[in-house]
């Protein structure tokens, strides 16, 4: 290695250990800073590194977080190269469990620092102190946004290194975002060890055994602090290198044997992926909202053995449900006694899946919290969601082009369903089941589909315009669509660019 290269590299593992290292104790005054183009409302927050405030941008009036580096001296050149790149690096990435970058620079007095997507919220570390543990569901909903977000940085070659509560911030609707590349690192230059090799960079309770001792490191290291992410966040403990089965904290056995799997010292006894150990754990979720279900599912059917008026009495006094009797809006042979309970847990589609994990085909992609399709010919796009067996779809589109249509493919008790809106309405695929109406290209369309164990119901801006019994559908759909083995929701379109602005998936008790 060259002289300089050994000098540089001394520098950068000083400059690092001293960013990692240096705390801020107790409140520090902190002139607020000049932000050309910004305006600065709050402090948000102080971390290891400086300071983040909440400012508005003058121009756009956007609300951003602004992180100002202390970073000094001879430290500050080679600090603002490294926060440039990595900058440079993340503003590649649009995820929705991503912390988005919106600029890195420096201040005319050299001070460095970096625009940030703001989260109205707190951190998962704030969020684990006032609430001591989280719930199986919650804990597990988060982690799987995080290894959202996390598959999606591996994806991009960088292993985050620094993944610790204070770093996932919780925001509004279940909002979940990965944060803090301060350390990361591109996996390339890892193995080519450029720079600090045999050196710890990271927060030690988090850290895998082979970054501790300052080895290579691949996207295995991620997975580990996850795990201890998960344990925490379980248990309400850090835990110290020594990990007691979480079983002891009413944690089930199959989640305490993953969250150990992630924990194991050997990478290669880890989950191989994040997006490995996210399927996993949605499996687990899948699996105990059923189980939940299976009981609720027994009451109903004996209760039904009664006959439908100790039904709808009995359902009243079981738990907080509203029943309704709705005029019919439109005629059909089914008998319609609406029992609508509360949604229970929601999904927003839109927000907790990267279009990278989902199968596609065609073009799709995120903006403004949109998610957007190509016009030409035929595309769709699969959310990898555990569907339960009675829930409804809140669908917010906008169809482009003037033909062409766009179609919602949604598992059923009696297999996948396909409805079509078009500009001649509504069309359950297979069957000639329709509804015309004129549904026209370029208008913002809010629908709401509900499906039961025996009804699919459509409403139109909370109008009801379909209602169907499923045993009486044909729901074989056509070849072209391939959809042969989906099980899963999914959003397509044919001929026709799509605006989808809305697509939230809520559970039906
Ligand atoms: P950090 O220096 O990244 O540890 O951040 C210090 C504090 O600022 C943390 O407690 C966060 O809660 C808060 N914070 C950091 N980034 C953001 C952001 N983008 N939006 C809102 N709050 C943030």
């Not at 992630?262 to 687990?284: I, M």
């Not at 809140?394 to 059923?412: A, C, I, M, S």
């Not at 001929?495 to 697509?503: A, C, D, H, R």
Request: proline share 4%; charged share 30%.
């Amino acid at each position: 290695m060259a002289k300089d290269d050994t000098l540089r590299n001394e520098e950068a593992q000083r400059l690092l250990s001293w960013a990692l290292t240096e705390k801020l104790d107790g409140p520090v005054e902190v002139e607020e800073p000049d932000l050309p183009g910004f305006d600065v409302l709050a402090v948000l927050g102080r971390g290891g590194m400086g300071t983040v405030y909440l400012a508005r941008h003058h121009g756009l009036g956007r609300e951003v977080a602004v992180k100002l580096f202390t970073a000094k001296g001879s430290e500050q050149e080679l600090f603002v190269e490294r926060l440039k790149r990595e900058g440079r690096l993340m503003a590649q990435l649009e995820h929705p469990n991503v912390l988005g970058i919106y600029d890195a620079d420096v201040l005319s007095d050299g001070t460095p620092y970096l625009v940030l997507e703001y989260v109205k919220g707190e951190d998962l570390q704030k969020r684990i102190a006032r609430e001591k543990k989280l719930s199986q569901r919650e804990a597990l909903s988060i982690a799987i946004r995080v290894l959202n977000g996390l598959s999606a940085v591996h994806a991009l070659g960088v292993i985050h290194r620094d993944v610790k509560p204070a770093n996932v911030l919780l925001g509004e609707g279940g909002c979940v975002k990965v944060t803090d590349f301060g350390v990361s690192k591109e996996a390339h230059e890892e193995r080519l060890s450029l720079t600090m090799t045999g050196t710890a960079i990271g927060t030690m309770e988090y850290m895998s055994p082979e970054q501790a001792n300052g080895e290579s490191v691949d996207e295995r290291a991620d997975i580990y602090s996850v795990g201890v992410l998960l344990y925490e966040m379980l248990s309400g403990i850090t835990p110290r290198g020594a990990f007691e089965p979480l079983t002891k904290y009413g944690v089930s056995k199959q989640v305490n044997r993953l969250v150990l799997r992630c924990l194991q010292r050997d990478p290669n006894k880890r989950p191989a992926s994040a997006a490995n150990l996210a399927r996993q754990l949605r499996k687990v979720q899948r699996e105990s909202r059923r189980g939940g279900r299976g009981d609720v599912k027994k009451v109903s059917i004996a209760l039904l053995g009664g006959g439908s008026c100790v039904l709808v009495a009995s359902l009243f006094i079981l738990r907080e449900m509203r029943v309704e009797t709705r005029p019919e809006q439109e005629p059909t042979g089914i008998e319609e006694v609406i029992v609508r309970p509360e949604p229970v847990e929601e999904w927003d589609l839109l927000d907790g899946y990267g279009v990278e994990e989902a199968r596609v085909s065609g073009k799709w992609w995120r903006h403004a919290g949109a998610l957007l399709c190509e016009s030409s010919g035929w595309a769709l796009i699969q959310f990898p969601t555990d569907i339960p067996t009675e829930y409804r779809l809140d669908l917010e589109y906008t169809r482009v082009d003037k033909g062409g249509n766009v179609v919602v493919f949604l598992p059923t008790s009696q297999g996948l369903l396909g409805v079509e809106m078009s500009a001649d309405g509504f069309l359950v695929l297979g069957g000639n089941q329709r509804r015309e109406m004129r549904l026209k290209e370029g208008v913002d369309y809010q629908i709401r589909i509900e499906v039961t164990e025996q009804v699919l119901r459509v409403f139109l801006r909370e109008r009801r315009v379909m209602v169907r019994a499923l045993e009486a559908l044909d729901l074989s759909i056509p070849e072209e669509w391939q959809v042969k083995d989906l099980n899963e929701v999914a959003i397509g379109a044919q001929e026709s660019g799509l605006i989808v602005n809305k697509f939230q998936l809520r559970t039906l008790k």
